[in-house]
């Protein structure tokens, strides 16, 4: 099909589909796209113009625990150092509310790092268009004001608390694997010595192994036939977390070595690019978790600063796909954890009235950006939002009820609808990257796990 029939074509099927466009407030997706990024807060990333766009709520600056304003100065995406963002960090930054404690936080640079004075205070330097293919994403599309991470610690919780809205280890338990795990993680197929931290509602903690039976939001996708992926590095990352669900996993000695075999297990990819195959094949799942290679993350001191045309690029392959995936697809782009950088709003609360997460629960900014046909240019939403949102609007979308009502973060959560008001679905407008889809496709580079915390 040469280039001008596809266009009339698309035309066609564009109006054939607004023809039957659902109602306002009623608008539903066939396709779920949760894309997550690593290790940034909302003025880190976008600090370097914090006016964009109307409405947005960015601060080139934040108070340290001399309680003086301190400016932000430009880093690279990649840098050459790292901040701490386990759970105490998190405590030492929010300072009971006050929000100055970031200078607190502690650094780790690589050998000959020039880290320079306030490393915390920092917005990604977009001098040579390096992140503007998220600048565009949020002023093309919606971006959130307000988005929080659930959970108050790093990259393995949250990652938890995205697939089930907690990470407590069984339904009926009230505590939470609060930090990345120790040496010899693998999940279910984890080394005996493995363990997690977990903290209880009065803070104290203990430890256990990594390897927890509460049901997720995926047991609900099953239940109604919703097919779902889960698109990952290595079975043995942090970032995998169906490798932490006895049920997803069911581990078992295979050739003298504990792996995952369960049947949902076939649906964990381990090679993220396998995901732009998937759209180009018009074989992409109704739910998918997309999370990069090391390289693409956006985690300080590891990255090679891939991640925003990595974006791009899932963006543009079912903007531009011939499966007609633009106009029933919902994107959500969002990062794991604040990364440790200085933000100047604090969470909503902390705990639920009724006591749930009251010791881990809720966390710092993260930025989140909705894409999708029924989404307008330039829309800022400034409802709270957290990981518990993204759940939510999975279950609203394909009405299938909350996961646990009253410990699970979906019961609490909005469900982000607010960010798809039109009736009649826009045209795509393409997101220019550094590289497209086929860079990463066909990259020959080993890569790398998104985190080495």
Same mark, same amino acid.
């Given at each position: 099909m040469d280039g001008e029939i596809f266009r009339i074509v698309c035309a066609v099927l564009l109006t054939l589909f607004i023809a039957v466009a659902p109602a306002k407030g009623e608008s539903k997706f066939s396709h &779920?796209?949760?894309i997550v990024q690593e290790n940034r807060s909302p003025d880190n990333l976008f600090g370097s113009h914090p006016d964009f766009e109307p409405g947005v709520d960015i601060r080139a600056s934040g108070t340290n625990s001399d309680r003086q304003t301190v400016r932000f100065a430009p880093v690279a995406l990649a840098g050459c150092y790292d901040l701490a963002h386990s759970h105490r960090s998190f405590e030492l930054a929010y300072d009971s509310g006050a929000m100055d404690g970031a200078d607190k936080v502690l650094v780790t640079a690589k050998a000959g790092c020039r880290v320079g004075l306030n490393p915390q205070y920092r917005y990604v330097n977009n001098s040579s268009a390096t992140v503007q293919p998220y600048f565009d994403l949020a002023t093309h599309y919606g971006f959130a004001n307000r988005m929080f991470q659930t959970n108050q610690g790093p990259s393995f919780p949250a990652h938890q608390f995205l697939i089930s809205g907690t990470s407590a280890p069984t339904n009926g338990s009230d505590l939470f694997a609060a930090e990345n795990p120790s040496v010899g993680f693998d999940g279910c197929a984890s080394e005996p010595t493995a363990f997690e931290e977990m903290i209880a509602p009065d803070g104290s903690y203990s430890t256990m192994f990594p390897c927890f039976e509460r049901s997720t939001l995926i047991e609900l996708l099953e239940g109604a036939k919703i097919s779902w992926r889960y698109y990952t590095e290595s079975a043995k990352s942090i970032w995998a977390a169906p490798n932490s669900i006895s049920s997803l996993c069911q581990a078992e000695t295979v050739k003298g070595k504990l792996q995952c075999t369960g049947r949902a297990w076939s649906n964990v990819i381990l090679k993220p690019a396998s995901v732009? %195959?998937?759209?180009?094949?018009? /074989?992409? +799942? /109704?739910?998918?978790?997309v999370t990069p290679t090391g390289q693409n993350s956006d985690?300080?001191?590891? /990255? %090679? =600063? =891939? =991640?925003?045309?990595? &974006? +791009?690029?899932?963006v543009n392959a079912i903007g531009n796909s011939k499966c007609g995936y633009w106009q029933n697809t919902a994107i959500l782009i969002i990062w794991d954890d604040w990364g440790g950088w200085s933000d100047h709003v604090p969470p909503p609360q902390i705990g639920q009235s009724n006591g749930w997460g009251r010791s881990y629960v809720y966390g710092f900014r993260v930025p989140l950006i909705v894409v999708s046909a029924f989404t307008p240019a330039g829309y800022v939403s400034n409802a709270n939002h957290d990981f518990g949102s993204v759940l939510k609007f999975v279950e609203t979308n394909f009405g299938l009820g909350l996961i646990g009502p009253g410990i699970w973060a979906d019961s609490y959560a909005d469900d982000l609808m607010d960010f798809f008001p039109l009736r009649t679905p826009n045209w795509f407008r393409a997101i220019p990257a550094r590289y497209d889809a086929d860079y990463f496709i066909n990259s020959t580079d080993a890569p790398t796990d998104p985190d080495d915390d």
């Open positions: &779920v796209l949760i732009l %195959t998937d759209i180009a094949d018009c /074989n992409l +799942a /109704n739910v998918a978790w985690h300080p001191s590891i /990255n %090679t =600063g =891939g =991640g925003p045309s990595w &974006v +791009a690029s899932i």
